[in-house]
């Protein structure tokens, strides 16, 4: 974990802003903010969760696994008005629209710790 006091090697700039056209169907326009005050149980969970995310072949996907279980696909990228828009494999995503998977991803986001790309408004 980075800390106050650790040095920054000069290959750790950030790179330029992505963007990205296009996400899985089946997409959705999520609020972070939103979830983690309507649907803080899921937002905790990834919090809580022992996870594991690895970057896909594209800036917005990404292979997560939470607790041990089995890793599944998620995309997400940022909407220009802070918003973003994701998509998860896996069965909650797909029976709520909201999962542990894609609140990891924002939160390792928020901690600098992922880029997420930017997707542009079509």
């Known amino acids: 974990m980075k800390t106050a006091e650790?040095?920054?090697a000069t290959s750790e700039c950030s790179p330029p802003n992505q963007w990205i056209s296009r996400q899985p169907s089946g997409t959705r326009d999520?609020?972070?903010q939103q979830i983690r005050q309507r649907r803080s149980a899921t937002w905790n969970a990834a919090l809580d969760a022992s996870v594991d995310?690895?970057?896909g072949g594209r800036p917005d996907l990404f292979l997560v696994s939470a607790d041990g279980d089995c890793p599944v696909n998620c995309s997400l990228a940022e909407h220009p008005n802070g918003t973003h828009a994701g998509w998860c494999s896996c069965e909650v995503f797909?029976?709520?629209t909201v999962c542990p998977h894609l609140c990891v991803l924002r939160q390792h986001a928020a901690l600098g710790d992922l880029d997420l790309p930017m997707?542009?408004?079509t």
């Open 6 to 8: 650790s040095p920054t």
């Open 53 to 55: 995310v690895t970057k």
């Open 94 to 96: 797909q029976a709520t």
């Open 119 to 121: 997707r542009n408004q």
């Open 30 to 32: 999520l609020d972070f």
